[in-house]
Every structure is written in C-alpha cells, then in structure tokens.
C-alpha cells in the first residue's frame, strides 16, 4: 500500500447521481449473422433477427436471445463472457471485436449489425473457426520460459522496471481478434501472425529469458516479422489494448540489433 | 467410436487440471479432455492474487495461514489438509515463479504481496500481506503460464472433447474387520468431440478430475456460461459421494445487475463499501478489519443493507464500492482490468464516482470428497484407486464452508500438483481396469434421447427458471421455506426438462445438444445443494439460515456427504441418501468468528 | 447419432488432424536473412532516395536558368561529367530495387493464387531488369556526338568534321 491510502472517512455525501441511475432504456436491434452448416449446405448465408434488447446488452447477449428463444442451431463459442476468456472473437460491422465486450448501444442501432466469423482461419460451422492454425504458430515461437544455470531456491529477482518492460505483452488472451485482422495473414496462413510475435516479444523482453535470441531466429523468417506492414489493424482489433504493432516493431529491432 | 489408451486422462484444462498435467506429463502418458480450449478456463478469471507466507513484505507465516483458512471456513475446515496447504503453499509460488509467471515485484526484484479479506496477522490480529499478485490478472497469469508449461512439455491435449461419463466398475471386496463392500474402481472415460459429434472412449489406468464449478445453477454469477458442473454430475450420477454442497460462496462484489467480478484486491488496495447514505457500513459489521472481512461475512452484510433499505440506484438495490479516495495511478497500477470492466459495462469512471456492486454466486466450497493425496473418496474414507480430483470439483476439504479469498489459486496448484504426482505414480504400478461392454451405450443413449426429443421445451427457458428460483430461495439468506420452494421448483424443472427438444440435430459442433446435457447436470447439482441446504439446521460461513441463525457445534459440527441412491428418501427427496463426515481437527478449537 | 450420415473429420485439417498444408510454413528461416535485408535496404534506399531525387530536382529546377535551361544539351553536359554519371546510376538502381521491392511485397500479400503470384513476380522481375540494364547502358554509353556510317548525326553543339 502507498501512502495514498488514509483511512477513508466513515460517511461521506453521495451525489444523487450514483450509479448511473434512471430506468435502463430498451430498444430493437436487427442482427444479421453470416451462417453455414456444411452439412446443410457448402454455401454461407446471412441470417436476420430482429430483436428487442436492454441497454447494457452486449452482441453476446443478442446472439444469445436468438440462440436460446429463435434458432437453435445458431453456433458460437463463448465462456466467461466478460472479456477475458479469448472463446469469442468475431466480426462485428466488419471489425474484430468480442462480442462480450461490444455494448449494442455502441453500435448503430439504427441499421443492421453485422456479425460474421473472424477472418483467414477456416470456417467449421456458423461465427465457430479452426483455431488448430493459430495455437500452432503460437506453439511454434516457444512460449515458455527458457532458463540457464541452477534455480535459485527463492524466487529469481527481477525489478519493477524489467517487470515492466513487458507487462503489455502478457495481457493477450489468445483470441485470435489480432491475427485474424492481418489482410497479410488473410492470403497467406503460413505467416506467424501479431499473436505468435506478441507472445514471442513476451519473453523476449523477460529479464529472466534465456532463449530470446532463438525466438528471434524463428521469427526471422519469410513468414516472421518482416511479414509486417504496420498498419496497424491488429492494435486497433486487441481487446487487451496491448500494442501489437509496436510490439512487433520492437521485436523486428531486436532482430535487427542481433544482426549487426 | 474410437478408443484411445492412456496411462493418466486429465477432465479439465483449467489451472487444477493443467498442473497436474505438467507432473503427470512428465512421468506418464498423458491426455488432456476439455470441453473449450485450455486457455479458456475460467481460471483465468480471477483476479486479485494467491496467498502464500512467503513473508517478503512482512513478518508472516505459514502456521498464521493455517488459522486464517481454518477460522475463514468457519471450522468446517480439515485442519490437516488446511496444513498441507499454507505449508505447500510458499512452494507453488515459487514453483510459478520459475514456470515464468510475472508476479509483481517488490523494489528489491521480490514477489510482492497485499493484504486479502481475511488473512490476518498472527490469529487475526490485523490485516497483513500475503496475496502474491500480478496486477489484478493473477488467475489470468496462471493459466498462461500453465499452458505455457503444458506447451513447454509437450502435454496431449484434445481440444472440445465433452467428457459425459466416468466408467466405473464395482468388485466385491472385504474390509479390514471383515465386513464385505463394493469397491468401485475406474476403467475410463466416454468423451463427445464436439467437432464431429463422435464418440471416443479414452481407457486409462488414472483419471484425474477436474472440471471446475458449478456456478451456472445461479442467475447472478462471476461463472462462465460453461462452469455447469459436469464433473461433479458425472460422479454423482455414477455413485460416488458429493460432500458439503450447502455452501456455495456469494462473491460480495460482483457488477450489479451483471455479476462480473470485481476482485477482492480493490478492497485489498483500499477500497470500501458504503450504503446509499454514504456510511462505510462494514464498521459495523466487522469492526477490526472491517470491509477486508471474509466474503460470506461482507456478503451478508451486503445484502442486509439492501433488504433494510438502505441500498443505492433507482431501486435501491445494490450497495456501492468506492475507490474514490485512491490515487488514479495507483488504481492504473494495481486494479487496470476491474476498472475497465465499470467503464465497459456500466460506463461509470471508478476514479470519480463509486460503483454499484452486489454479492454474485462464485464458488463451490463443496465437491466430490478427496483426501489429502487427491484420491477420490467413495465414501468417508474408502478410497476409489486411479480416481483423483483437483480444483472447484474436489472438496478436500480446505475451505471447509466458506473460502477465504486468493485460496482457490492455491488449491488448484497445490492439489493439482498432487494429484498429476500421485495419478501418474500410480499408474506405473497399476494395470488397466476391463472396460464394460459396450461402454458408450448410456452415453449415447441419453444423446439420442436428447437429440431426437419431440417436447415442446426450451432449454433455455428451464434453465433460466432454475437460476431465478435458486437466486431468489438459495442465495446468501436462506430459510426452510425459501429451501423448500426452490426444491420444490426443481422438481417441476426436472418434469419439464423430460419435456425437452432441441432445433439443431447435426453432428457437427452441436452445441444446442451440449446445452441440453449440461442443463442436466445443472438440475442434479441444484437439487444436490438445496437437499443439503434444508438438511442442514445451523448458519455457518456461506450457509445462513434464517431460521437457524447461530453455529451449531453439538450437531453440525461435521460434514454432509450426498449418496444418489435410488432406494433412499431424505427431506421428502427420493433417490438421495445421506451421511455424514468427520471433521479433522488437529490444532485449533471452534471458537466464535468474529473480525 | 445413427440419422446423419458420417461427415470428414472437421480439424480443418485433415484425417490427422494436424494443420493444413495452407498453414504448415516449409522455410528453414534461411529466406529470413533475405526478408529482413529485403526491409532493411527499403528503409535505408528510402533516406538515400530522398538525398538523391531532391538533389537532382534542385539541381535540374532551381540552380541558374532552372526547369526553362533542360534541353538535350543540358543532359548531356550533366552526364559529362562522372560525379551526375554514378548519381544518376545510384538513382536509378537505388529507386528501381526499391520500386520493384514494394511491389514485390504487394504482390506477395494479396495476389491468393500461387500461380498467379508466380506469373506477377515473373512480369515484374524481368520489367524491373530490363529497365535497370537499359538505363545503365544509357547512361555509361551515352554520347552526344555519335557518328554512324561516318555520318555525324549529334546535336548542333557538337563539333562539325
């Protein structure tokens, strides 16, 4: 604890304005999702329900309504539905969002809100996507710490400042939003991906990591780092708000730095 | 149908399930079944820390630990499995730390660590710092680093795999003193990928469960939509006991309205809880360490407040959580995702204005009874061989009737750990049990059921039904009569759930189906906890009843075990009998809880 | 179970249930040292690039009679001299590399088709190649004051015979 915190005072007065108040306004939503079943049909279609929502509904919430009330073959995955779970990244008006974390009251209402799978992974059934494709890249740039020499028997030391040289980084929730962003990833899926290099500079920049300069090897590749374009659609798609770009910036430095 | 071999099959990649895996993985073959993709575990959601006496901001220590988890879940705790854990604690830290976890740091490159509702400074002195803590996304942390090490060891994982029965085999036995028993032993696992919508039968010598909890049964709850109790059902379904499912712990802030956690650690950090008229209630409450009191005891307190109408917003129905007092940086510094989620989901700016919270269902102190080495129990001490459970689905019993906050991490780690130990080491010694014939056939049978049902039912709607009776009957104010309500609406549930037809009938990624089946799973556990509930006459940590106020050493002074049995009646429910089980005490006396 | 016909395993993927062919990268990493010189000279071209093509604007627009003094003489007296020789190459070469690079990477990120990317790459190598060659030789042959079939066919600046 810091200093900041003396004792609170026992009562204070509260604005009348507490909580947000008033009654919570309702309103109705048109939700176009993009559907396929391949064992219906090999062709996609879109599928429109109209829907009368509250105003703290997410589009989870709206795919819910229609899942449990309307069509129940309606597929998606989610989970913790708050944001921090990773299942349910999708298209939503055409941006990568999670659907726990987009409120239809920030959406226009007044037209149809478009929800389709993420992008460049293959589509299995409805918003649902392969994610075997992804986990492998993550996989394949060694996400775990790699460490030299003996264990200390306490903990190993590390200061706040190297804590937080990569503390951005150790938000991601895998969801795929970023790497399913990349118009480079959408032509070629061999390409790592901003979830794999951010996972990578993850432990590139752990003061505790041995094996940084193989990771940098790894993404030294024609489908590494230099992959990247910079524009920044994966910084804006991270639900974390990490900063992809500049991530990957920084790791494309360190590999630069290795080399010369 | 496929059938695959293994030595260890591990239900659940949550934290329980993927610690064991890395133990278990390196000395066994090893499979991993989850319903979802291991990095979507609801471990991942919590927030505020884990608590162990490492002692590196202030003087603390494990035995200080010991008494805090003991007194916490009011003497309901095993004293020895209560030891095992503060003790084994300090070294499932470290063990993370060198796995890569980055846990916050104090200036001198140490784990830091902050105060928790309940831990105390020797026997409840004062508050004292024992969470360790990466921000507030320490479970977050966890499980990526677990699955991090999982990668690192090369652990087989099959992704949405939905594990729906334990295959268990009985063989007459004879006890010590000569009394002949059925001992139940363990062949295997019937799994539904849900991709394909095929059956594969994974035959193990071990098994280890590890499903999580059961949240879901409640409408207000910090669960994920897919914590619904599957393991816990499957075990019950096949026999073996659940134990002290009466107490189910009520998170005291929860988003109003929405039930999202707001960690622990706001509290820890120094926030506080005040009424509509702006009073810091919990000094009333609990007048020494105030709103860093055990959950059950904030909770309640909570919803005393609202019930005697002093609650905040246009219904008076929530209290409010004020970080107000704090520094903006220091809240950006050590609460960055709890305040997002205000900002997200209520638009309201915790650096200015408080935020409406009210206690939200969060955690299953009861589960399926193990001991200290993670062995499933078939009864009060006959061990099932090969059977483990770690984590929410397992009761040990270390959080007796109500966990102290950041002690769930621990469990998960140090009974996780134990288990993939134990659950390999004993599959080098052990031999494959025979499966039955025809293993899946109840399987799918029920699918079939299910999935060709011509009701005219929704899921949806009998499971909304159930969360509202539970949240209304079951929550943190209980009496014979709301008890009796709610069981007397899961019976109708139950009706209608017979009642049911589902609209997606394809094999691929069906998750109407998977919906349908865990609702079942979801009525069982409901009626497993309210039975319990109206059993059991005394208020005790997450167990208040109205009618029974006070702590009832002289008669429940022990745990309940639940027995599905089709022969047996309690409370007017058939098909369940009762027992009993003895608390281990082995260093502190029942003394009255106060803070 | 038993009223839907058998579907393909769905792992995107395959009876194995690896990953996709599509996905799989093949690279040794070896191509990397290219790729990361590849993004290297782009930036480094770039800075040099700008020296040179505001230099020669400046030159050829701003200094003594400016864009009104270019006429074929004005060239020609520039390439005289060795110095607007080997800068005039180093543009060319330098913004021709660059050029052809960006396309390069264009063509890599949105041309979907193997084949179609080959025949883009192929058009687009020996464009840049043919273009390169001819404006080295331009420039290091360049004469004012030919004389073809013993006919002086030069500038009117030239010396008569």
Redesign the interface.
Known sequence: ??A???E???????PAS??????IPTFDVTLRVRRY????SDESHWDEFKLTMYG?DRVLDALHKV???L???L?????????????DAMRINGRNRLAC?T?LKDLDTSKPITVEPIKG??V???L?V????F??????I????V?TGH?PT???????ED?ER??DT?????CAACTSSC??FW????YFGPAAIVNAHR?IF?S??DAGDMRL??L?????V??C?TIFNCSEACPRGIQVTKAISEV?QA??AR?F | MQVHKYDVVIVGAGGAGMRAAIESGQRARTAVLTKLYPTRSHTGAAQGGMCAALANVEEDNWEWHTFDTVKGGDYLVDQDAAEVMAKEAIDAVLDLEKMGLPFNRTPEGRIDQRRFGGHTRDHGKAPVRRACYAADRTGHMILQTLYQNCVKHNVEFYNEYYVLDLLVVEEDAVREDGTPYKQKRVAGVVSYDLASGEIHIFQAKAIIFATGGAGKVFKTTSNAHTLTGDGMGIAFRRGIPLEDMEFFQFHPTGLAGLGILLSEAARGEGAILRNSEGERFMERYAPTIKDLAPRDIVARSMANEVREGRGAGPNKDYVLLDLTHLEPAHIDAKLPDITEFARTYLGVEPYTEPVPVYPTAHYAMGGIPTNIKGEVLQDNDTVIPGLYAAGEVACVSVHGSNRLGTNSLLDINVFGKRSGINAAEYAKTADFVELPEDPSAETIAMLDVVRTGTGTERVAAIRSDLQETMDANMQVFRTAESITTALGDITKLRERYRNISIQDKGKRFNLDLLEAVELGFLLDLAEAMTVAALHRKESRGGHYREDFPDRDDANWMKHTMLYKDPTAETEGIKGIRFGTKRVVFTRYEPMERKY | MSTTPDIRFPRSTSETGRVSPKYTRHGSGAKGGFEMAAWLFMRLSGIVLVVLIFGHLFVNLMVGHGVHAIDFGFVAGKWANPFWQWWDLAMLWLAMLHGANGVRTIINDYADRDSLRFWLLVVLYAAATAIIILGTLVIFTFDPCPVINGVHTGADFCPKP
């Open positions: 604890m810091t900041s915190t003396a609170p005072a026992s009562k204070v007065e509260l507490v909580g947000g108040g008033g009654e079943n391949p064992e219906v703290t899942k449990w009330e069509d129940g073959s597929s998606f995955r989610r989970s913790c539905a708050h944001g921090v779970c990773g299942s974390k409120l992974l293959p299995e059934k409805d649902i392969d994610m075997e494709p986990f492998q890249s993550y996989r394949e060694m996400p775990f710490l460490t264990a306490k903990e190993r030391l590390q200061s706040p804590r990569f503390d150790t938000k991601c929730i895998l118009p480079v032509t070629d899926g061999q432990f752990d505790r990591d090897e790894i030294n590749d024609k489908e590494g230099w992959r374009r494309k590999v630069l080399q």
